[in-house]
């Protein structure tokens, strides 16, 4: 490893501190270096917030000795104006010398512009420094400005012989059964807290009536997405709680959006993935958990169009019932949590 991925590696370190945090904004780190001793570093903590480089440069107590540092950060600095000034701007105006970036910034904003700027300053510039590893960092936000979509996961539990849920009798309500232990369903919260939405379809709004919240962890809860062709889900539900925003993909023009909760109309006719990812990119959505029914799940599967999969499978049995999603697992890798195995699938197609 050389010197520059050292502090690189730092900066991507920082960054992790923003997950779930800054969207629609990227997470990033910044470290500021003189005679290879770490003099300021920072991260982008919350959207609105000051960016990395800027909490960075702030954390210098001697700012005599910006005029001979490296910074470091692992995305672009920005060339434009939102909720805060432009990153590069405040580079430029402390008249830091030496600039390292891990990868550019695929916002068209942005784009490369940031490091002309600071270029035509006079500073030297190096880029792509770790550039997959800040790529992977950033890989809701890539997705997102590249594919005009969300960043996708699948996650479900599945029984031991393939069933998300066992068979339920005619006339029965259909109870709750746990497949996985506390620990990976505490994870499974974990992860809400990380991701800007999540997203379930009708017979699991109905059966389960879920809270889609993250109560066994700390942080944000996702943006509720739910699937309701025809009205279908009963009014005293919690996805109509109106506590978190709620996005409700129907076919009825006289379903009225109120407070928290926005019912947006598509064509059920046609294909609906296609539809339900231009209105979540129109909402600044980068990120998204599907979390079921089957036929959801499936969908999305067939379609092709997902980043990753995250499939419990417990020790239960069922024998009968809701049969689980199919999907090939290559590019796969397996964890244990306890008796739960964690598959995790990435998809690079």
Known sequence: MNIHE????????????????????PIVGSVIVYEDKIIGEGWHKKAGEPHAEVNAIRSVKDKSLLKKATIYVSLEPCSHFGKTPPCCDLIIEHKIPNVVVGTVDPNE???????????????????????????????????????????????????????????KQPGQKRQPVWITNPYSRQLVHKWRSEEQAILVGTQTAIEDNPKLNIRDWSGNNPVRIVLD?????????????????????????????????????????????????????????????????????????DQNIWDEARIFTGKITFNKGIK??????????????QNDELTHIRNYD
């Open 109 to 167: 904003k942005v784009a490369g512009k940031g490091i002309k700027k600071i270029i035509e300053s006079g500073s030297n510039v190096i880029v792509g420094v770790l550039e997959n590893e800040c790529y992977e960092l950033n890989k809701r936000f890539f997705t997102f400005h590249n594919k005009k979509r969300p960043y996708i996961i699948l996650k479900w539990a599945e029984s031991h012989d393939g069933f998300l849920a066992p068979e």
């Open 6 to 25: 050292k502090y690189i590696k730092r900066c991507i370190e920082l960054a992790k501190n923003g997950f779930g945090t800054t969207y629609p904004n």
């Open 229 to 301: 062709q025809s009205n279908r889900i009963p009014k005293y539900s919690f996805i109509f709680d109106n506590s978190v925003k709620t996005i409700v993909f129907t076919k009825s023009e006289t379903a009225l959006s109120k407070e928290n909760t926005i019912f947006e109309v598509i064509n059920f006719n046609q294909n609906i993935i296609p539809q339900i990812l231009a209105v979540l990119h129109q909402n600044q959505i980068q990120s998204i958990i599907i979390e079921g029914g089957s036929q959801t799940l499936q969908a999305f599967i």
């Open 324 to 337: 689980a999603p199919l999907i090939e697992k290559k590019n796969a890798n397996k964890t244990y949590i």
